[in-house]
Nanobody
Framework: QVQLVESGGGSVQAGASLTLSCALS????????MGWYRRGTARRYTMVAI???????NYDASVRGRFAISRDNAKSMMSLKMTNLRPEDTDDYFC?????????WGQGTRVTVAS
């Protein structure tokens, strides 16, 4: 059974850096488009960054230039390196794995950025 486990969240000051990681188990990691989502002010998940099976990436405008998403298929791991963090980045961050047929979510990791 597919499981996603996030790690790396924490409490930092504005301008600091954090790296979030997501580990997938139970299936072949390389077949999934991977991404990070947060709730913001909405009740639904909103995309922060994604990396597809070819390595192509996409970012929300609010994080472009500050965050970098990457994947390591040999380790079944996906990471989000966050720099120059802002208080508005404070949220719970959720790992997502998706194909055309299935969609999986992690439980989330909390990021708090103090001013």
């Amino acid at each position: 059974q597919v499981q996603l486990v996030e790690s790396g969240g924490g409490s930092v000051q504005a301008g600091a850096s954090l790296t979030l990681s997501c580990a997938l188990s139970g299936d072949k990691f390389g077949v999934y488009t991977m991404g990070w989502y947060r709730r913001g002010t909405a009740r639904r998940y909103t995309m922060v960054a994604i990396v597809d099976t070819s390595g192509a990436t996409n970012y929300d405008a609010s994080v472009r230039g500050r965050f970098a998403i990457s994947r390591d298929n040999a380790k079944s791991m996906m990471s989000l390196k966050m720099t120059n963090l802002r208080p508005e980045d404070t949220d719970d961050y959720f790992c997502n794995a998706v194909t055309g047929l299935v969609n999986f979510w992690g439980q989330g990791t909390r990021v708090t950025v103090a001013s």
